[in-house]
């Protein structure tokens, strides 16, 4: 072979090595100006509540979630995400406001927010509630009503009863939107089953009905007879005169009297006005929801406590009414009566046990004396006691 050859194909060799070399290096300097972008990108500061929610879904729509909810993340942080794993569902407890990208990631697929269960009662309002979740919570409870009542769409009704798993750490204004869209989405369910819409003016005036129900009815059986007793007097155009409208915001647990009934003009007092209260008067059930929207087929226009049951009896005429609550009347002294006469009976035992209890005997040191014997002297007193 011609030594021009040789040295050509040295040449090359040489330079095809140069190029690799070069290929090589670029290719690690980019690499490593990569990982540098990405180390500096994922330790740049990030500010978050200490409690987040999570929804359930694939990574994509997580992240799509987040970004609407001011995260801002892209692909490398999707990329570190499913590096590090899945992210968790449900309430995330962060433990801090201020992180980097990473720990927040890293947070977000590890963390879990500690939870406490907390009721509401069907028929309780709001006032009762809040009070309750300040203390449960140790949240603000100025704070609390302060955000309540900003964005509530009714003074009550808002929140459906149930019971709720809430996270400690949540701010007021977090725990309060998340139990407001929690119900409005369960509203919504509800009625687009029924109606085939949800019209959210429309569907409160059943959650107002249902209220009434709700603080009237003894159990959930009798809510369809006493959702059709407000149905029936409502068509009449006749006042609904119950005292559990009244039983409104902090007066949730007071006793109604006629001195009450005289002093609130609230549109709550419904012997006063005609018509629903213009809010809810408290958190319902969906019972009672549905008892307002399906009433029983009745002619009833009154109902009275039957003071023997603790149900109600319905009534069609008002004679049939004042019977039914003179009757009451007969019940209630009756029981009055034997229960002022069972606690007579108790009294009466507990005396007979102290009267019967012997008495106690008198212990002598020297013999009693008898009356008709003379006085003994000291010295026979000394001899008795040898």
């Not at 095809?16 to 180390?39: A, Q």
């Not at 794993?85 to 990631?105: C, H, R, V």
């Not at 687009?192 to 959210?200: A, L, R, S, T, V």
Request: hydrophobic share 30%.
């Amino acid at each position: 072979m011609p030594k021009n050859n040789k040295k050509t194909n040295a040449k090359t060799k040489q330079t095809s090595e140069r190029i690799k070399s070069l290929i090589l290096f670029d290719i690690t300097e980019l690499i490593l100006v990569f990982s540098i972008v990405v180390l500096f990108y994922l330790t740049l500061p990030l500010s978050t509540t200490k409690v987040i929610f999570i929804p359930k879904g694939s990574t994509n729509s997580i992240i799509t979630y987040l970004n609407k909810s001011g995260y801002e993340l892209g692909l490398i942080d999707k990329v570190y995400l499913r590096f590090l794993g899945y992210p968790q569902s449900g309430w995330i407890d962060i433990k801090e406001n201020y992180l980097t990208k990473a720990d927040f990631l890293y947070k977000i697929t590890t963390s879990k927010a500690a939870l406490k269960d907390i009721t509401l009662i069907p028929g309780e309002t709001s006032y009762v509630f809040l009070d309750d979740i300040s203390k449960k919570m140790n949240l603000s409870r100025k704070n609390l009503q302060k955000v309540y009542d900003k964005y509530a769409y009714k003074k009550d009704g808002n929140i459906l009863a149930d019971t709720y798993s809430l996270p400690y750490g949540m701010k007021e204004d977090h725990l309060l939107f998340y139990l407001f869209s929690t119900t409005n989405k369960q509203y919504e369910s509800i009625s687009n089953k029924i109606f085939g819409e949800y019209d959210k003016k429309r569907w409160y005036y059943y959650i107002t009905l249902a209220s009434v129900i709700q603080k009237e009815a003894a159990n959930s059986d009798e809510m369809p007879i006493v959702s059709s007793v407000i149905h029936n007097r409502l068509k009449k155009g006749m006042k609904l005169q119950m005292d559990g409208t009244l039983n409104y915001g902090k007066y949730s647990h007071i006793k109604i009297t006629s001195q009450r009934i005289k002093e609130d003009n609230s549109s709550y007092n419904t012997y006063k006005n005609r018509g629903l209260p213009e809010h809810p008067i408290c958190a319902v059930s969906l019972d009672a929801i549905k008892a307002a929207i399906f009433p029983a087929k009745t002619d009833y226009l009154y109902f009275v406590k039957n003071e023997k049951n603790g149900l109600h009896s319905f009534s069609k005429s008002y004679k049939e009414h004042v019977n039914n609550i003179n009757k009451n009347r007969i019940i209630k002294r009756n029981l009055k009566k034997k229960t002022k006469e069972k606690k007579q009976e108790i009294q009466k035992k507990k005396s007979n046990s102290k009267t019967k209890e012997s008495p106690k005997k008198e212990l002598y040191v020297f013999p009693k004396s008898n009356s008709k014997e003379n006085t003994k002297s000291i010295k026979s007193l000394f001899d008795n006691v040898k």
